[in-house]
């Protein structure tokens, strides 16, 4: 079983910048590929990013690339998505996930542990 829990959403005026953070707990992330996804008020929870778990290539949705970065650090057994020009489209819940499936990162339903969610706020 793998525990997520994610940290360093907030409040943010558009063009800023914040760090998302996933810590895990349960079991080693080493051998699981994360993503993060976000969910708008009335929207579907949608990809953002994602990070394979053994050659740490990364996958990102057309709307963040070149805003975001995923990254991990495995040895802390947490994942980051650092998120800069913030826009207030970029509102959302964001959400961390782990799933021990290959090459199915940019869907949802291939992931089968969630974090609680952290709410970012993009303010214009």
């Known amino acids: 079983q793998v525990r997520l829990v994610e940290s360093g959403g907030g409040l943010v005026q558009a063009g800023g910048s914040l760090r998302l953070s996933c810590a895990a707990s349960?079991?080693?992330?080493?051998?699981?590929?994360m993503g993060w996804f976000r969910q708008a008020p009335g929207k579907e929870r949608e990809f953002v990013a994602a990070?394979?778990?053994?050659?740490?290539?990364?996958y990102y949705t057309d709307f963040v690339k070149g805003r975001v970065t995923i990254s991990r650090v495995n040895a802390k057994n947490t994942v980051y998505l650092q998120m800069n020009s913030l826009k207030p489209e970029d509102t959302a819940v964001y959400y961390c996930?782990?799933?021990?499936?290959?090459?199915?990162?940019?869907?949802?339903?291939?992931?089968?542990?969630w974090g609680q969610g952290t709410q970012v706020t993009v303010s214009s």
């Open positions: 990070i394979s778990w053994g050659s740490g290539n990364t």
């Open positions: 349960g079991r080693s992330l080493s051998s699981y590929a």
């Open positions: 996930a782990a799933t021990d499936l290959g090459g199915r990162y940019y869907y949802r339903d291939a992931y089968g542990y």
